[in-house]
């Protein structure tokens, strides 16, 4: 294994909820209406911290979408994805943009969110 470069973010910022390694700044948030399987999601214009997997192809519920998951760098938690291509015109924004699971998270405030289980299991952006 090489050597960890961590990047350090000033600012209010969401974090791993597994080992606290920062991923976005709240200006980089574009929205919070977002959902995944696990309940609610977040999009961003720009995250750091994370690696990228491998592309794929996924049906989600606003179409057809290329994307790559996405894993925070120090622990290797499954965190989103981001999206690499979208097929349908009204989609093109995403492009290039991240989606972080809200649960996966810890907000500006040091505080995690949990699975609300009255949320529903898929919904605007995954499958």
């Known amino acids: 294994m ?3 470069f961590v990047i350090d973010l000033q600012g209010e910022t969401y974090s791993c909820k597994h080992c606290h390694t920062p991923f976005a700044l709240t200006d980089d ?11 609610r999601a977040y ?12 592309m794929e192809h996924r049906i989600m519920m606003t179409g057809w979408h290329t994307v790559a998951d996405i894993f925070c760098v120090c622990c290797g ?7 690499e291509i979208a097929y ?4 093109k924004y995403k492009e290039g943009k991240f989606i972080i699971e809200r649960f ?11 699975m609300n289980e009255d949320e529903p299991m ?6």
């Open 2 to 4: 090489g050597r960890l």
């Open 29 to 39: 948030l574009i929205s919070k209406s977002f959902h995944c399987k696990h309940g």
């Open 43 to 54: 999009l961003f214009e720009n995250v750091v911290n994370v690696t990228i997997g491998e």
């Open 77 to 83: 938690s499954l965190v989103g994805w981001k999206y």
């Open 88 to 91: 349908e015109k009204s989609q």
């Open 104 to 114: 996966k998270v810890l907000g500006p405030d040091g505080g995690g969110y949990d």
């Open 122 to 127: 898929i919904g605007s952006d995954e499958e």
